[in-house]
Nanobody, 123 residues
Framework: QVQLVESGGGFVQPGGSLRLSCATS????????MDWYRQAPGKQRELVAA???????NYADSVKGRFTISRDHAKNMVYLQMNSLKSEDTAVYYC?????????????????WGQGTLVTVSS
């Protein structure tokens, strides 16, 4: 079983900061890209930030300069540092990883998702 578990969400006032973490577990052979998505109430899920295995990062225009994605290859974890938070950042944040896993003695590709962590930005 492969699992992604997010943590670090919560309630914060506008202008505040939060750091999200995503831990992976299971029979993971390798992880390529790791991403953070978010879904606000009544809206579609959107890509917030992505980081490749080489460390190349990409951000949604709405979070550039405020959010930073990073990863720990040794721990197979990905982080999202969120600064200068705005009310429009309120959403459930999901971790996503494109990985290769061991399954029944063979390698298999898997696009895995976490359960999400809620971030609420409000005064």
């Amino acid at each position: 079983q492969v699992q992604l578990v997010e943590s670090g969400g919560g309630f914060v006032q506008p202008g505040g900061s939060l750091r999200l973490s995503c831990a992976t577990s299971g029979n993971i052979f390798s992880i390529a890209a790791m991403d953070w998505y978010r879904q606000a109430p009544g809206k579609q899920r959107e890509l917030v930030a992505a980081i490749s295995s080489a460390g190349t990062t990409n951000y949604a225009d709405s979070v550039k300069g405020r959010f930073t994605i990073s990863r720990d290859h040794a721990k197979n974890m990905v982080y999202l540092q969120m600064n200068s938070l705005k009310s429009e950042d309120t959403a459930v944040y999901y971790c996503n990883a494109n990985m290769t896993i061991w399954y029944r003695g063979s390698l298999k590709g898997l696009d895995a998702w976490g359960q999400g962590t809620l971030v609420t930005v409000s005064s």
